[in-house]
Structure formats: C-alpha cells, structure tokens
C-alpha cells in the first residue's frame, strides 16, 4: 500500500508541474502586429491603335517621320505617324517594349529595314522620346498615348534606300507591347 502511495505521489508532483505556466506565457515574451497591404491596378487596355506609314518614299533617299511633330523628310507624301492609346491607374508609371528594328518586306525575296522611333506622354507635341523597356511613362489621369515614326534604310543597313531597291509596297509588324512599371 505504501509502495501505491508513492506512486501516486509522483503522479501528483507530475501533474502539479506540468500545470503550471511556462516561462513564455508568463508575460515575458513580445509580439508584434504587422500590417499586410495590396495595392491594386487596373487592367491595362490599349485603345484607337493607328498603323504607321512612310507613304509614297524616293529612291536614293533616307526616309525619316519624326513621331512628335508628324514631320517627314524624304517622303514624297501619305505618311502618318502611327500610334495608341493605354489606360490603366492612374498616377501609376507603364513601361513600353518593342523590338529595334522590324524587316518590311514585298513579300517577294526584297526587304527594307525598319527602325522604330516611339515617343508617349499625355500630349503629342509634349512627349517624350522612350527607349525599349527602359524609358516610364506616367498614366496622367490613367491615361497615355505613344506616337510611332521611325526610320527606313536599307537591308544592308546603309542610311539610304538605293535606287536599285524593286518598287513595290513593303510592310512588317512592329509589336509594341506595355506593362506596370514596378
């Protein structure tokens, strides 16, 4: 009987030691709140795309079409600056990616080399020339536009497109893409 005593004696002292509180739960320990936050953006959309043209071009000439003031030089007539339109959030900052130079072809076996020239900002006269995937533009309103020029020079890359190049109409496909810039 003894022997049971001491057994439940020590139960006892377990269980009355396992009871009390830990150092942690004491009021010695720390926490902190923290605070989780989003922002959130509007989808981007691009609106009124306007596909850009050189026009009617001169042999033996170096076609240039400024973006920014819609000025051609070597360009006999018909061309127009191209360009879009992209909303999102307003106050936010997007950055625009395009590929450095486009080939334009006849579809025959002829090519031309195109190098785009892009310019964006809120109005046309007051934009910004921009560098693929480096120069931000800011969504004034939640708004913005790009204006597309460039210039077209020959397949072997010289400034001039020869007099020997085969008359025709050429064209290519300039991807001009757009995300937030973070």
Do not use: E
């Not at 006892?12 to 923290?34: K, R, V």
Request: net charge neutral; proline share 4%; charged share 5%.
């Amino acid at each position: 009987m003894l022997r049971n005593l001491g057994y439940i004696a020590i139960v006892a002292l377990i269980a009355l030691l396992c009871s009390q509180p830990t150092l942690a739960q004491t009021g010695l320990g720390a926490n902190q709140n923290l605070t989780a936050s989003a922002v959130v953006y509007l989808p981007l959309s691009i609106t009124s795309p306007v596909n850009f043209t050189f026009g009617n071009i001169m042999l033996g000439g170096n076609p240039v079409v400024n973006p920014q003031t819609g000025v051609a030089t070597s360009v006999i007539s018909g061309s127009s600056v191209g360009g879009l339109k992209v909303a999102g959030s307003s106050g936010s900052q997007v950055l625009f990616t395009w590929t450095s130079q486009i080939a334009l072809s006849d579809g025959a076996s002829h090519t031309m080399k195109y190098t785009p020239t892009v310019y964006g900002g809120a109005t046309q006269g007051a934009s910004v020339q921009l560098t693929s995937a480096t120069t931000a533009v800011t969504l004034t309103g939640g708004n913005c536009q790009v204006w597309v020029g460039g210039k077209l020079f020959a397949s072997d890359g010289t400034s001039v497109v020869p007099t020997s190049q085969a008359s025709g109409t050429y064209s290519g496909t300039l991807n001009l893409a757009v995300d937030y810039y973070q």
